[in-house]
């Protein structure tokens, strides 16, 4: 069982930057592929970004690309997502996510349903 807690999320002005971070208790997470999702009111959860268990390898969701900058440091069972140029648009609570990965490749995973442990969510909410 891996238990994940966010924090870092808040009210920030368009523009501006926050950092998120994700730690993690209960198993290491050197062996788990992870990644962001957020989800604003009325609509569904969607891929922020994801990175494979090592870090070598991520992918972006399209509308943050440039912006976001997703990285992991396992020494220490956290994940992070560096925000910047935040936009209203980036209103949403965000979620990190874990799977287990196998130890024969370092890929990444893409849609929701392929991760088993989610954490409760930090709101992050932009102003115009």
């Known amino acids: 069982q891996v238990q994940l807690v966010e924090s870092g999320g808040g009210l920030v002005q368009a523009g501006g930057s926050l950092r998120l971070s994700c730690a993690a208790a209960g198993r290491t997470l050197s062996s788990h592929a992870m990644g962001w999702f957020r989800q604003a009111p009325g609509k569904e959860r969607e891929r922020v970004a994801v990175?494979?268990?090592?870090?070598?390898?991520?992918r972006y969701g399209d509308s943050v690309k440039g912006r976001f900058t997703i990285s992991r440091d396992n020494a220490k069972n956290t994940l992070y997502l560096q925000m910047n140029s935040l936009k209203p648009e980036d209103t949403a609570v965000y979620y990190c996510?874990?799977?287990?990965?196998?130890?024969?490749?370092?890929?990444?995973?893409?849609?929701?349903?392929?991760?088993?442990?989610w954490g409760q969510g930090t709101q992050v909410t932009v102003s115009s």
């Open positions: 990175i494979s268990r090592s870090g070598d390898n991520s």
């Open positions: 996510a874990a799977r287990r990965s196998s130890p024969y490749s370092d890929t990444y995973y893409l849609d929701t349903y392929e991760y088993d442990y």
